[in-house]
């Protein structure tokens, strides 16, 4: 059995798409692309595929994870131009690699958000940032499944700052721009939480919702405070595996 993990976008209108959705169209395109399926034992077989940590219906995202058994070995990239054939624009598969390594999900333990705040000053911004930053505690609420929770936003968050907009500002209006880096913790801190501790610390209220897109997720480098991909261990494997190959070639008798 081959294992194959994806990369994928949620963009433009398809950021509302929700992860059910996604799901029901991702199978659609398996089918289309007559991709050699494993599927589950028992009364209701399904395809063998493995979602990791989706992003909140209504966020943009670069960097959704999913893994895939097959029944039989394909090449990842053609894989990948078949299945993106499949899928409607805005839902792209981006990247494919072979799984050669364990635990995928385990190296997603942080994200890199970007939250552009139509009608905010950017100083403004700033102020609201330095504020939570130098907050020990944010504690924000939530309404979730058993009711509301509170809990505390600021210690997820290991990277928060303002943006220039001037570079991509597409109107005369302001707009401020976060970038943030946030751990995935149990309860997840999400960017509406960041945006509500900062309303909480700052009384920052945008006029109108925010546009929030994940652009990337994966391992939190400690030493670099930099997110990894969560793809580039799969790869060195490949790649030694290929080495190692020719090495062997080269040696083998004539």
Same mark, same amino acid.
């Given at each position: 059995m081959q294992r194959i993990r994806l990369r994928y976008t949620k963009r433009g209108r398809l950021r509302f798409t929700s992860h059910r959705d996604f799901?029901? &169209?991702?199978?659609?395109a398996l089918r289309r692309a007559e991709v050699p399926m494993a599927?589950? $034992?028992?009364f209701t077989p399904h395809p063998k595929v493995s979602y990791a940590n989706a992003a909140p219906t209504g966020t943009g995202s670069e960097a959704e994870y999913l893994e895939i058994a097959l029944t039989e070995a394909r090449d990842p990239q053609k894989l990948r131009e078949l299945l993106d054939e499949s899928l409607p624009t805005g839902l792209d598969i981006v990247d494919a690699v072979e799984a050669r390594t364990s635990g995928l999900a385990d190296r997603l333990t942080a994200s890199v958000w970007e939250m552009r705040l139509p009608g905010v000053d950017p100083a403004e911004a700033?102020? $609201? %940032? &330095?504020?939570? %930053?130098? &907050? /020990? @505690? %944010?504690? *924000?609420?939530?309404l979730m499944k058993n009711g509301v929770r509170t809990f505390d936003a600021r210690s997820a968050v290991v990277h928060l700052e303002t943006l /220039?907009?001037?570079a991509d500002r597409p109107t005369d209006q302001p707009c401020a721009i976060l970038r943030l880096v946030v751990r995935h913790v149990t309860p997840a *801190?999400?960017? /509406?939480d960041v945006l509500s501790g900062l309303r909480a610390v700052a009384d920052l209220a945008p006029p109108v919702p925010a546009g929030v897109t994940r652009l990337a997720q994966g391992l939190f480098d400690e030493e670099t405070g930099a997110v990894t991909d969560p793809l580039a261990p799969d790869r060195e494997a490949a790649e030694a595996l290929t @080495? !190692?190959?020719? @090495? $062997? !070639? !080269?040696?083998a008798p004539a």
């Amino acid at each position: 059995m081959q294992r194959i993990r994806l990369r994928y976008t949620k963009r433009g209108r398809l950021r509302f798409t929700s992860h059910r959705d996604f799901q029901r &169209a991702f199978e659609r395109a398996l089918r289309r692309a007559e991709v050699p399926m494993a599927y589950s $034992a028992g009364f209701t077989p399904h395809p063998k595929v493995s979602y990791a940590n989706a992003a909140p219906t209504g966020t943009g995202s670069e960097a959704e994870y999913l893994e895939i058994a097959l029944t039989e070995a394909r090449d990842p990239q053609k894989l990948r131009e078949l299945l993106d054939e499949s899928l409607p624009t805005g839902l792209d598969i981006v990247d494919a690699v072979e799984a050669r390594t364990s635990g995928l999900a385990d190296r997603l333990t942080a994200s890199v958000w970007e939250m552009r705040l139509p009608g905010v000053d950017p100083a403004e911004a700033d102020r $609201a %940032v &330095a504020a939570f %930053v130098a &907050a /020990d @505690t %944010v504690e *924000v609420q939530r309404l979730m499944k058993n009711g509301v929770r509170t809990f505390d936003a600021r210690s997820a968050v290991v990277h928060l700052e303002t943006l /220039d907009p001037q570079a991509d500002r597409p109107t005369d209006q302001p707009c401020a721009i976060l970038r943030l880096v946030v751990r995935h913790v149990t309860p997840a *801190v999400r960017p /509406d939480d960041v945006l509500s501790g900062l309303r909480a610390v700052a009384d920052l209220a945008p006029p109108v919702p925010a546009g929030v897109t994940r652009l990337a997720q994966g391992l939190f480098d400690e030493e670099t405070g930099a997110v990894t991909d969560p793809l580039a261990p799969d790869r060195e494997a490949a790649e030694a595996l290929t @080495t !190692a190959d020719a @090495t $062997a !070639a !080269a040696k083998a008798p004539a």
